[in-house]
């Protein structure tokens, strides 16, 4: 089949970028990395990216395609040659341009690196037996333990394009895989540590990550249950935690979201004052409901029991959000109507999808 | 008319009430008859599925079980994070049977009906976006928008992850652009229609927050956008009233009017002043209301 790509090019050391168009003809079952080795086997042998494994496993070929970050050798190119598309190829984001589509990853380690990315198991002698963790509490760390670092979830990480000292999604997950980890000793270190500024709290849930990891790590729900397993050992002092207790306390007192308190619970009196003047600008406007009535949700006696209820549940910290995923993970393997979709890891319903021009993809229907 | 349970959420009941008095307004010229839920709660917005995962799904299984009550198959929500989370907590109960059954126990404890998992959570975009509602949208948005130059901003939680909202392409959607022409308005295009506005850590990290929000209002305002429109009321709330920030941060003042999903159509629907409530919007309406002489 004829092949055609748009490759943004990059030249470090005299910074000049440009877009190529090249063509070539690759067989039916090529990947996108089978056609940039065609590109450079003979068209430029000057085209750089990086690639090993082939197969998903190495996390070397992560790239944008068509504007999301992907791993070449997942993406199938057929259904985009058919079309007639021609995808640009570029480097992906949030990660310096060492040259065409190969990143500095250097920012991406340190910031694996600075979760301690290694079991801190203490000096507990097993003696004659082996630490044993039940088949549960691995189950607790399947999905993190599924990331291969490829660097397509911080590609695309909102809060790092405004904050380029946020963790961020990779290095955070990688964090949860710790935490969470039955063995491990440091776990309240570990919580005290992401939870300082540029952590868990700084994640503006865009959910890209989740969109665009290879794996199903789904980091933005690692990072929740990060900040779940946070707060329930009290660490809490953060704006961010802060912020999230105020919706608890709200439910079951009134039901509804206390909104108009909800700006000096989360900042404190003395920083909030200082939004007075913001504040008087939407008063004018009705953006400040007044406090008092409150809005108090009918029945509200019942969510109030509620919370009372779910404190003896057992179903605290991080343990609240895994349980979630027995029913979610399954939105992965099947499709909705229960049974099992013929759906190989390069065909319909690989992520994401090629773009393929005029195809109607929006007359909606929902998932189900 | 298609009968739904209607979940209107914190914002639309509070500081975004011109969100539901335009909704309710609009529902029936796009055949929808809106069972308003009177005994629910917060969905929690992420912040108690984050604080107490437990507590959250408790709180939603309740708000689900209310809405199957109504009789309705559908719940409606005016927000892209309620969406979210009632739709992650309804697929959570509905595809695991001793989950379900431990939530029930204790909604049953505290007087709730149990929950059976019949309904399905839409927001009101996708019921406008597409099929009949799509149909009747186009009949009922008469009065148009005079070509007006619109940019639809989506929000993240109504795409993403699209696993579990899985409306339209996350990455293209259209449901927005179908409806701005439907209505006689002229979709822009621009970058930043699918990022995040900064919203959710507004208050604890101002500063990437606005970073963030700058990026859809000042590609939108390149772009040559009169108003921007978003299906989610805490978008509309970082966008309108954020913006006096970023003047202030910047200097630049873009001065662009957000309007509520439901207030575009309502505009071109030809609803009345008092529906469309935007006097309660902190940047100026004028420029949209001006040129269609409302």
Redesign the interface.
């Known amino acids: 089949m004829q092949v055609a790509l748009k490759i943004w090019r990059f030249d470090a050391e005299k910074g000049e970028r440009a877009l190529r168009e090249y063509e070539i003809d690759a067989p039916e079952e090529a990947t996108l990395l089978d056609c940039l080795d065609i590109v450079k086997d003979r068209l430029d042998g000057t085209l750089a990216y990086r690639k090993s494994c082939r197969m998903m496993i190495c996390g070397s070929c992560g790239m944008r395609m068509?504007?999301?970050a992907v791993l070449a050798c997942q993406v199938r190119m057929h259904d985009v040659a058919q079309a007639g598309h021609v995808p640009v190829i570029s480097a992906m984001g949030n990660l310096p341009i060492v040259k065409d589509l190969v990143v500095d990853m250097a920012p991406f380690w340190g910031k694996i690196r600075a979760v301690t990315p290694w079991l801190e198991p203490g000096f507990s002698d097993p003696g004659e037996q082996e630490h044993v963790v039940s088949q549960p509490q691995m189950n607790a760390i399947h999905k993190e333990s599924l990331c291969i670092m490829c660097g397509c979830c911080v590609s695309e990480c909102?809060?790092m394009?405004?904050?380029p000292d946020?963790l961020g999604p990779a290095a955070l997950a990688k964090g949860m895989r710790f935490v969470g980890d039955a063995r491990d000793q440091a776990t309240v270190e570990r919580l005290q540590a992401y939870s300082e500024p540029h952590g868990i709290?700084?994640?503006?849930?865009?959910?890209?990550c989740?969109?665009r990891c290879p794996k199903g790590v789904?980091p933005?729900d690692a990072i929740?249950k990060l900040?779940?397993e946070a707060?329930k050992e009290g660490i809490d002092s953060?704006?961010?935690?802060?912020?999230?207790?105020?919706?608890?306390t709200?439910?079951k007192t009134t039901?509804?979201?206390r909104?108009t308190e909800?700006?000096p619970k989360?900042?404190g009196i003395v920083k909030s004052l200082k939004e007075v003047k913001?504040a008087m600008?939407?008063l004018r406007?009705?953006?400040?409901?007044p406090p008092f009535p409150p809005?108090v949700?009918?029945?509200?006696?019942?969510?109030r029991?509620?919370?009372d209820?779910?404190q003896h549940?057992g179903?605290?910290g991080y343990?609240?959000?895994v349980?979630?995923e027995?029913?979610?993970g399954?939105?992965?393997h099947e499709d909705g109507h229960g049974e099992a979709a013929e759906r190989g890891p390069y065909g319909e319903g690989s992520?994401?999808?090629p773009?393929l021009p005029g195809e109607e993809?929006?007359?909606?229907?929902?998932?189900? | 008319m298609r009968t739904v349970a209607y979940y209107k959420g914190?914002?639309a009941?509070?500081?975004a009430?011109e969100l539901d008095i335009s909704t309710q307004a609009l529902a029936p010229k796009v055949g929808l008859e809106l069972i308003e839920l009177?005994?629910?709660?917060?969905c929690?917005?992420?912040?108690?599925?984050?604080?107490?995962?437990?507590?959250?799904?408790?709180?939603n299984a309740?708000i689900l079980a209310y809405a199957e009550e109504t009789g309705a198959d559908t719940l409606m929500t005016v927000c892209n994070v309620c969406t979210l989370n009632l739709r992650?907590?309804n697929?959570?109960?509905?595809?695991?049977p001793a989950?379900l059954e431990?939530v029930n126990r204790?909604?049953t404890?505290?007087?709730?009906p149990a929950y059976s998992g019949g309904v399905?959570v839409?927001h009101f975009l996708?019921l406008v976006?597409?099929?009949e509602g799509y149909e009747l949208l186009k009949g009922a948005a008469h009065r148009g928008l005079k070509g007006l130059k619109i940019a639809p901003f989506y929000g993240?939680?109504i795409l993403?992850?699209?696993?579990?909202?899985?409306?339209?392409?996350?990455?293209?959607?259209?449901?927005l652009e179908?409806i701005i022409e439907a209505c006689g308005g002229e979709a822009i295009d621009y970058?930043a229609k699918i990022?995040?506005c900064?919203f959710?850590?507004i208050?604890?990290?101002e500063?990437?927050?606005l970073?963030?929000l700058i990026q859809p209002i000042e590609q939108a305002k390149e772009a040559g956008a009169d108003a921007m429109v978003t299906p989610c009321p805490l978008c509309h709330?970082s966008l309108d009233?954020w913006q006096?920030?970023l003047k202030a941060q910047t200097g630049k003042d873009f001065q662009l009017p957000i309007l509520h999903l439901s207030q575009l159509v309502g505009v071109a629907a030809g609803l009345a002043d008092s529906e469309l409530k935007f006097?309660?919007?902190?940047v100026s309406v004028a420029p949209v209301t001006d040129k269609l002489a409302v």
């Open positions: 068509d504007g999301a909102n809060s394009e405004a904050d946020f709290w700084d994640c503006t849930r865009c959910y890209f989740n969109e789904d933005r929740a900040g779940a707060m953060d704006m961010g935690a802060k912020h999230a207790k105020w919706f608890v709200s439910a039901g509804w979201l909104e909800l700006v989360t900042q913001f600008g939407l406007h009705g953006k400040v409901p809005h949700a009918e029945h509200v006696g019942e969510a029991a509620l919370y209820l779910v549940e179903e605290d343990d609240g959000i349980q979630l027995h029913a979610l399954r939105l992965e992520f994401p999808k773009y993809s929006s007359d909606g229907g929902g998932s189900e | 914190c914002l009941s509070l500081s009430k009177e005994a629910v709660t917060c929690g917005a992420g912040d108690i599925h984050e604080a107490e995962p437990d507590y959250y799904l408790h709180l309740r992650q907590a697929h959570a109960l509905q595809g695991d989950l431990r204790n909604l404890k505290v007087g709730v399905e839409m996708w976006a597409a099929g993240c939680q993403r992850p699209s696993k579990l909202l899985g409306f339209e392409d996350p990455d293209r959607p259209s449901s179908r970058p990022k995040c900064g959710p850590i208050q604890a990290r500063e990437t927050a970073a963030e709330l009233a006096s920030k006097k309660r919007h902190v």
